[in-house]
């Protein structure tokens, strides 16, 4: 009850949110951003209780690589709501866009990082600039499918070798651009080892060593006794993964957490 409180409580600061439906209106007329499909599937939660069951998750199309810097740019000019100097705390924490020069701009000799993804944004900024895009994020579900996507291109015997290496690496003081780390079976970049990133439903599991507002299941899963309710216990990448989005806020803003938008076929 409680994780159905919380979820409710964020939709409704989206919908007060200023800009939140991108009133300055759509985007423009671009060059369009390559999307890729990824085929409808089943999505076993990696946390099993007695209240989860599979997810049948319906064919849908995502971002080929994550929300760069320079796309985000386009974006604050165009919805001045969103800018630094002018965002509500109640949607985005100080730290929000602090790698940034100004409100719009990065420092000159920062431009390499035109191409890197946008970090340090919260889920309200990212929801606001998927809905300005005529998008979504995608929910955990979509994004694990996609995630564990067969890479093409890494020396590691599997992938959760090459997610744990990434996971031990210090963040980087400068990201690298987008596509630049492997590219998957669906034909999407970096769904791991360059960011985190937002999904809708980013706490549709909550985990917590308070008791008040959880289950029984809720407090066991990330307690002992949750090793052995999940869908593997070997899936240390897993562990951290889910451990990290059941950490966060909705306007939480953090170094290396950034985003990329899906679409409903």
Request: include cysteine; charge should be positive; aromatic fraction near 14%.
């Amino acid at each position: 009850m409680a994780r159905i409180k919380h979820l409710l409580f964020l939709i409704l600061l989206l919908a007060a949110a200023p800009g939140a439906l991108a009133q300055a209106g759509r985007a423009p007329a671009r060059p369009v951003k390559p999307m890729h499909t990824v085929p409808g599937g089943v999505y076993a939660p990696f946390f099993r209780t007695e209240a989860t069951r599979p997810v049948p998750v319906a064919a849908f199309r995502l971002d080929e690589y994550a929300v760069t810097n320079a796309e985000f740019i386009e974006f604050v000019k165009r919805n001045p709501a969103w800018r630094r100097s002018r965002v509500n705390r109640l949607f985005a924490d100080k730290n929000y866009l602090h790698h940034w020069a100004t409100d719009t701009t990065l420092a000159p000799t920062d431009a390499r990082l035109l191409s890197a993804p946008v970090v340090s944004v919260s889920w309200f900024a990212a929801q606001a600039y998927a809905r300005w895009k005529g998008k979504r994020l995608p929910t955990v579900a979509e994004w694990e499918l996609a995630g564990n996507g067969k890479p093409r291109n890494i020396r590691f015997n599997s992938l959760t070798d090459y997610i744990l290496d990434w996971y031990k690496r210090p963040n980087p003081a400068v990201l690298p651009p987008v596509k630049s780390t492997y590219v998957n079976q669906y034909g999407l970049y970096d769904m791991h080892g360059l960011i985190w990133e937002w999904t809708f439903d980013f706490n549709s599991f909550v985990g917590s060593t308070d008791s008040r507002g959880n289950t029984t299941d809720e407090v066991q899963a990330f307690c002992a006794a949750g090793a052995v309710s999940v869908k593997d216990k070997t899936d240390y990448a897993g562990f951290m993964r889910f451990g990290y989005r059941g950490s966060l806020k909705g306007n939480f803003c953090i170094q290396n957490l950034g985003f990329r938008c899906a679409q409903s076929i």
